[in-house]
């Protein structure tokens, strides 16, 4: 390899991992996602620390749990000075590029309160070079493209609407109003291809991330219905949804949280038949498959260049999507689907390798540093998974995952916190995953969820069952042990002396 380093960080929202390398990979066509997996290597166990958007991607990018971070809900501010990738890139000498967006709502301590950023949610991470903003809000740019092209653009949610082509009443999988070549996907990944041809002779850093296969499920043709919905299988869950509910009192506010018409623009009274599942769970197979199409142009175009063997390729996602197991769609839930993300990185050497050990979001951000020669900081909770991509395991790696979730709302209170009687402060819960079990735990005083895999798994919660006891208190411990040595290290490991301040380095990469 040459002197070059680049680095390619593709992130798709809401991508769930079965849909590339599990049970329902099978029923996807997604070439060019297998073939740079083939060529790369794949973390097969690999979670988000935390959901939903923009806490899963403060994590993301920034290699710490949201317990440290704090950015736990979207829309809650993100503080100013935490170390990011791209603060750090820039310390390597990169101009850290972002095509899409960050959704990090900004530190309203270092913003004028008439700032525009302060109503703004999905505001830019501090230190990227905001190249294509995508926001979903938003997404001018993107829109500016459908005008000129000569769409007629309505309200905001028009554009994700299906669109009948003749007179008839619309069907939910009916096409965009929109051509798959102006589609988000594609403008996105145009101008990123627009964009590069002049960074071909110095090293740079590109965060590419794509809206898609995100609600609202509406695709243009021929992606809208390529994928019979008879053909793909159901979701996972029991026949009536009082079954699911009985596992927890926390599941029957998620449950009522979730309607299968929240998922697509123009069908509020949509009823959760088989039918109407199936025809959602086919639009988001076929806008995968979109995304895959132009990821497969920009692998052409990096080897055309000649530049693939000079970049690390990344590409996972920031949460999964329950599509309709256990009668939940969206990631507010403990689910193994609304975590489980894919993550394959494509680092010269090792083609094909898959690694079963859990790796967590946060690792992505060390591993990037450590590629590049920069210090990892000691905030990052996050370990570098470079041994992985050398083909080899380090021996003190973790056994476990841990993920977090929020379901406050500090302005109002949330379904949760009604159901559950729960406030701002205990309106939270912490996973912990084991091979066999999976331990979810509650802020509030509510009982904790055990799933045995080896057994019913998520289909029955068996934390009274007394057999399980040692297992439940074991598990426990560990959880308690890893927020412990978790806490916040920002300047934990500094010492003021005498002679000044002194530091201990968390992660000694360099």
């Given at each position: 390899?040459?002197?070059?380093?680049?680095?390619?960080?593709?992130?798709?929202d809401q991508l769930r991992a079965d849909c590339i390398f599990g049970d329902l990979a099978q029923h996807l066509d997604l070439p060019n996602i297998r073939a740079l997996s083939a060529d790369a290597v794949s973390f097969r166990h690999h979670y988000s620390v935390v959901t939903p958007c923009g806490p899963s991607r403060a994590s993301l990018l920034t290699g710490k749990y949201s317990m440290n971070h704090r950015s736990v809900r979207n829309g809650t501010p993100m503080r100013h000075d935490i170390p990011n990738i791209a603060t750090e890139m820039r310390k390597a000498g990169y101009s850290p590029m972002l095509f899409g967006y960050t959704d990090t709502p900004p530190d309203p301590r270092v913003h004028d309160v008439n700032d525009p950023a302060l109503k703004n949610h999905e505001y830019p991470m501090t230190g990227f070079?905001?190249?294509?903003?995508?926001?979903?809000?938003?997404?001018?740019p993107w829109r500016s493209h459908l005008i000129n092209q000569g769409y007629t653009l309505g309200s905001h949610n028009d554009v994700y609407r299906p669109t009948a082509p003749t007179d008839s009443a619309p069907k939910i999988n009916d096409p965009a109003i929109y051509l798959a070549k102006d589609s988000d996907t594609a403008f996105l990944t145009d101008r990123f291809l627009a964009t590069m041809p002049a960074y071909q002779n110095e090293n740079w850093f590109a965060h590419l991330t794509y809206?898609?296969?995100?609600?609202?499920?509406?695709?243009?043709?021929?992606?809208?219905?390529?994928?019979?919905?008879?053909?793909?299988?159901?979701?996972?869950?029991?026949?009536?949804p009082s079954d699911e509910i009985a596992n927890h009192a926390f599941f029957e506010p998620t449950i009522a949280n979730n309607r299968v018409s929240d998922n697509v623009i123009g069908f509020p009274d949509l009823e959760p038949t088989d039918k109407n599942i199936q025809a959602l769970r086919s639009i988001y197979f076929g806008l995968i498959t979109e995304v895959d199409q132009h990821i497969g142009r920009i692998i052409n175009s990096l080897k055309g260049t000649r530049q693939y063997d000079d970049t690390l390729i990344i590409v996972t996602s920031d949460h999964g999507e329950m599509l309709g197991d256990r009668h939940i769609w969206g990631k507010f839930t403990v689910h193994d689907a609304a975590f489980h993300t894919p993550l394959i990185i494509r680092h010269p050497g090792n083609a094909g390798q898959i690694v079963s050990q859990p790796v967590e979001t946060i690792d992505i951000m060390p591993t990037i540093l450590d590629w590049v020669g920069q210090?990892?900081?000691?905030?990052v909770d996050g370990r570098s998974l470079l041994p992985f991509l050398r083909g080899e395991v380090p021996t003190d790696w973790c056994t476990y995952s841990f993920s977090e979730l929020d379901f406050a709302r500090p302005e109002s209170p949330t379904i949760w916190e009604t159901s559950l009687g729960?406030?701002?402060?205990?309106?939270?819960?912490?996973?912990?995953?084991?091979?066999?079990?999976?331990?979810?735990?509650?802020?509030?005083?509510?009982?904790?969820?055990?799933?045995?895999?080896?057994?019913?798994?998520?289909?029955?919660?068996?934390a009274d069952d007394p057999k399980y006891q040692t297992e439940l208190n074991r598990l426990t411990r560990l959880m308690l042990k890893h927020r412990m040595k978790n806490m916040d290290h920002t300047l934990s490991l500094n010492t003021i002396t005498d002679d000044g301040p002194r530091v201990r380095l968390r992660h000694p990469t360099v």
């Open positions: 390899m040459s002197s070059a380093k680049n680095v390619l960080f593709i992130v798709i070079q905001e190249v294509v903003e995508m926001q979903f809000q938003k997404s001018l809206i898609r296969p995100h609600p609202p499920l509406v695709a243009p043709a021929p992606f809208n219905d390529m994928y019979s919905p008879d053909q793909i299988p159901l979701p996972r869950r029991r026949a009536d210090q990892v900081p000691n905030s729960t406030g701002p402060s205990n309106s939270s819960l912490a996973i912990l995953r084991e091979g066999r079990f999976t331990l979810v735990e509650f802020a509030a005083d509510l009982p904790p969820i055990l799933y045995d895999h080896s057994e019913n798994g998520e289909a029955c919660n068996v």
